[in-house]
Protein backbone atom coordinates (compact mmCIF):
# COMPACT_ATOMS: atom_id res chain seq x y z
CA UNK A 1 0.00 0.00 0.00
CA UNK A 2 2.99 2.29 0.77
CA UNK A 3 4.41 1.90 -2.83
CA UNK A 4 0.62 2.82 -3.88
CA UNK A 5 0.49 5.98 -2.24
CA UNK A 6 4.05 6.52 -3.39
CA UNK A 7 3.27 6.27 -6.81
CA UNK A 8 0.47 8.50 -6.85
CA UNK A 9 1.99 11.27 -5.16
CA UNK A 10 5.06 11.11 -7.10
CA UNK A 11 2.61 11.49 -10.09
CA UNK A 12 0.73 14.20 -8.67
CA UNK A 13 3.63 16.28 -8.00
CA UNK A 14 5.43 15.74 -11.83
CA UNK A 15 1.75 16.10 -13.51
CA UNK A 16 0.65 19.11 -11.29
CA UNK A 17 4.11 20.77 -12.21
CA UNK A 18 4.18 19.48 -15.80
CA UNK A 19 0.71 21.23 -16.16
CA UNK A 20 1.95 24.51 -14.73
CA UNK A 21 5.29 24.19 -17.12
CA UNK A 22 2.82 22.98 -20.17
CA UNK A 23 1.14 25.82 -19.74
CA UNK A 24 3.87 28.41 -19.92
CA UNK A 25 4.94 26.82 -22.68
CA UNK A 26 1.99 26.45 -24.92
CA UNK A 27 0.68 30.00 -24.10
CA UNK A 28 4.05 32.30 -24.12
CA UNK A 29 7.34 30.19 -25.14
CA UNK A 30 6.00 28.57 -27.85
CA UNK A 31 4.79 31.76 -30.17
CA UNK A 32 7.94 33.23 -29.36
CA UNK A 33 10.36 30.04 -29.93
CA UNK A 34 8.67 27.60 -31.77
CA UNK A 35 7.21 23.97 -30.71
CA UNK A 36 10.76 22.45 -30.86
CA UNK A 37 12.37 24.84 -29.06
CA UNK A 38 9.99 25.54 -26.33
CA UNK A 39 9.87 21.88 -25.26
CA UNK A 40 13.89 21.37 -25.47
CA UNK A 41 13.26 24.38 -22.75
CA UNK A 42 10.78 22.97 -20.62
CA UNK A 43 12.96 19.72 -20.46
CA UNK A 44 15.33 20.62 -18.10
CA UNK A 45 12.70 22.09 -15.38
CA UNK A 46 11.04 18.93 -15.68
CA UNK A 47 14.14 16.71 -14.66
CA UNK A 48 14.89 19.21 -11.91
CA UNK A 49 11.05 18.25 -10.87
CA UNK A 50 11.31 15.01 -11.56
CA UNK A 51 14.33 14.49 -9.13
CA UNK A 52 13.22 16.95 -6.73
CA UNK A 53 9.40 15.10 -6.36
CA UNK A 54 10.95 11.45 -6.19
CA UNK A 55 13.90 12.24 -3.46
CA UNK A 56 10.96 14.08 -1.39
CA UNK A 57 8.14 11.18 -1.85
CA UNK A 58 11.04 8.91 -1.14
CA UNK A 59 11.91 10.31 2.23
CA UNK A 60 8.74 11.73 3.03
CA UNK A 61 7.07 8.25 2.98
CA UNK A 62 10.45 6.36 4.18
CA UNK A 63 10.09 4.03 1.17
CA UNK A 64 12.01 1.20 1.93
CA UNK A 65 15.54 0.98 -0.51
CA UNK A 66 14.32 -2.26 -1.97
CA UNK A 67 14.74 -2.12 -5.76
CA UNK A 68 10.88 -3.70 -6.18
CA UNK A 69 9.77 -0.88 -3.93
CA UNK A 70 11.77 2.03 -5.48
CA UNK A 71 10.53 0.79 -9.13
CA UNK A 72 7.15 -0.38 -8.14
CA UNK A 73 6.81 3.63 -7.27
CA UNK A 74 8.02 4.83 -10.28
CA UNK A 75 6.10 2.24 -12.57
CA UNK A 76 2.85 3.34 -10.68
CA UNK A 77 3.80 6.61 -11.26
CA UNK A 78 4.70 6.00 -14.93
CA UNK A 79 1.49 4.47 -15.96
CA UNK A 80 -0.91 7.12 -14.01
CA UNK A 81 1.13 9.65 -16.22
CA UNK A 82 0.90 7.92 -19.67
CA UNK A 83 -3.16 7.06 -18.69
CA UNK A 84 -3.58 10.97 -18.52
CA UNK A 85 -2.03 11.32 -20.99
CA UNK A 86 -3.14 8.94 -23.88
CA UNK A 87 -6.50 9.56 -22.37
CA UNK A 88 -7.57 13.09 -21.01
CA UNK A 89 -4.57 15.11 -22.99
CA UNK A 90 -5.20 13.45 -26.34
CA UNK A 91 -9.07 13.77 -25.52
CA UNK A 92 -8.61 17.42 -25.22
CA UNK A 93 -6.52 18.18 -27.42
CA UNK A 94 -8.67 16.02 -30.25
CA UNK A 95 -5.78 13.65 -31.38
CA UNK A 96 -5.94 9.81 -32.13
CA UNK A 97 -2.94 8.30 -30.85
CA UNK A 98 -1.69 7.94 -34.31
CA UNK A 99 -1.65 11.41 -34.90
CA UNK A 100 -0.24 12.40 -31.45
CA UNK A 101 2.71 10.45 -32.25
CA UNK A 102 2.98 11.49 -36.42
CA UNK A 103 2.94 15.25 -34.71
CA UNK A 104 5.72 15.00 -32.24
CA UNK A 105 8.84 16.61 -33.31
CA UNK A 106 11.74 13.95 -33.40
CA UNK A 107 14.37 15.79 -31.44
CA UNK A 108 11.84 17.08 -28.50
CA UNK A 109 10.00 14.19 -28.96
CA UNK A 110 13.26 11.85 -28.14
CA UNK A 111 13.80 14.03 -24.85
CA UNK A 112 10.37 13.73 -24.25
CA UNK A 113 10.49 9.73 -24.09
CA UNK A 114 13.97 9.73 -22.62
CA UNK A 115 12.46 12.08 -19.64
CA UNK A 116 9.60 9.19 -19.10
CA UNK A 117 12.17 6.90 -18.86
CA UNK A 118 14.17 8.65 -16.54
CA UNK A 119 10.38 9.49 -14.43
CA UNK A 120 10.10 5.70 -13.56
CA UNK A 121 13.34 5.14 -12.81
CA UNK A 122 14.23 8.08 -10.49
CA UNK A 123 12.72 6.38 -7.23
CA UNK A 124 15.43 4.25 -8.04
CA UNK A 125 18.04 6.47 -8.24
CA UNK A 126 17.44 8.73 -5.59
CA UNK A 127 17.81 8.83 -1.71
CA UNK A 128 20.29 5.69 -1.72
CA UNK A 129 22.07 5.54 1.51
Known amino acids: MQILKAGVLYFALAFG ?7 VRILWLLPQFGERTAE ?3 A ?5 VIIA ?18 LGMGMIALCLLLTVEFTIVLWLRGL ?16 YFALLAVFA ?5 VARK
Not at 44 to 48: D, K, N, T, V
Request: no cysteine.
Open 17 to 23: AGFVLGT
Open 40 to 42: LME
Open 44 to 48: PLMLI
Open 53 to 70: SARWVVRRLALPSHTTSR
Open 96 to 111: SMGEYLAARDPVAGAV
Open 121 to 125: LMPLV
